[in-house]
């Protein structure tokens, strides 16, 4: 009798849902934070990409330049390609 009464009371309060509430608060909260991290890390990420993708072809045009005079040198030694690194071709 005294929780249908204490029931009475909250619903006429309009407290009688507050903890599934609050619990269900919390989580939403909780999530938003996980996903705004998230959106962040993705914007920053994002943000480096064109710097990233420059040095990528950077790097990659060193590289090839380097294979390049590699192959020149193979060929001045009298290399062959049976010599040569494999990974050069």
Not at 23 to 34: P, V
Not at 48 to 61: F, I, K
Request: a negative charge.
């Amino acid at each position: 009798m005294m929780e249908f009464a204490k029931l009475l009371r909250d619903i006429a309060h309009g407290n009688w849902l507050t903890d599934a509430q609050d619990d269900e608060t919390l989580r939403l909260r909780a999530q938003n934070a996980r996903l705004k991290a998230a959106l962040e890390a993705a914007s920053e990420a994002l943000a480096e990409a064109p710097l990233w993708h420059a040095q990528h072809r950077v790097a990659s045009n060193i590289l090839l330049d380097l294979r390049e005079e590699l192959a020149e040198l193979a060929e001045d030694a009298g290399l062959d390609g049976r010599t040569a690194d494999p990974r050069m071709h």
